[in-house]
């Protein structure tokens, strides 16, 4: 795996965190008031405000990448590839995405054992979202309205086709020489 593609990758993974991020702060509020905002943000500043630089930097990342996909997609001058055994992978998320319940549940901001802890977590599962190619499990690109599919030898096509929509176009055009292909 090429430098170029392993941070994308990680800036990808962290991006799907977003909602956690917003998840886990309201899980540290009493209620919806300034005072209980102003108590859960002074619980660990540097906490919330990591967590806020890291999803503003992730997602202006992300809508950039997606930017480029498009443009590149648009060249008419670009070889399309044919799709060809598309597998689906939006439910899947959520099973995915019963692993951040943990993040959720337990991080204390006030205890540093309870974020090495979730940090330990996060490191886990970027691992195994990075070495096995598991953009699909983005929920941020599913609320924008992608669709994440695979087809052959781990090719990942990004898509607000419908499955369907692809079998009547079944072209994509690959992205630089990574393995994603834009549809």
Known sequence: MNMLGLIFKTILFFSSYIP???MI?????DSFSNNSIKKTWNQN????LSMI?????????LFVWIKILKSEAADTTKQKYQLED??????EVLNFFVTFIIPIL??????????VMNLILVIIEGIYYISNNALYFNVILIILGYHVYTFSNDNIVI???TKDQLFLSPKASQIGTTNIFYA
């Open 45 to 48: 500043p540097r906490l919330w």
């Open 159 to 161: 898509s607000r086709k």
């Open 86 to 91: 598309l597998k689906k992978y939006d439910s």
């Open 53 to 61: 630089i890291l999803s503003v930097l992730t997602l202006i990342i």
């Open 25 to 29: 702060f309201l899980n540290n509020l």
């Open 106 to 115: 337990s991080l204390k901001p006030e205890s540093a054992p309870s974020i």
């Open 20 to 22: 956690i991020f917003v």
